[in-house]
């Protein structure tokens, strides 16, 4: 008995130990990965409920965006009612065709 309690006792030190050791902060540890390598989401492939998750895209410019395909060019999102400038912007770099 004596034995197993030694043993867990081991056992819960090595446990805590490894749990509590800090670790090096990953913020600098890992290049960013750059516009190539996001993820994006396909202009002209896109469901609504896929298009929504981009900032600014609720449901009715979900609509919108799906209505005026097929685009040719990412600037083509540009003619979509509502799509202002500043909006466009903030998905530039999130989008594909």
Do not use: C, F
């Amino acid at each position: 008995m004596k034995r197993w309690q030694s043993t867990y006792a081991v056992l819960a030190t090595l446990g805590m130990t490894t749990l509590l050791t800090p670790t090096a902060p990953s913020w600098g540890a890992h290049p960013s990965r750059s516009a190539e390598t996001r993820p994006t989401i396909s202009l002209n492939a896109a469901t609504s409920r896929e298009l929504r998750q981009l900032p600014g895209i609720g449901e009715l410019m979900a609509q919108r965006i799906i209505a005026a395909r097929p685009y040719r060019s990412l600037d083509d999102l540009r003619r979509v009612s509502g799509m202002t400038p500043k909006r466009y912007t903030k998905l530039k770099d999130k989008i594909r065709l």
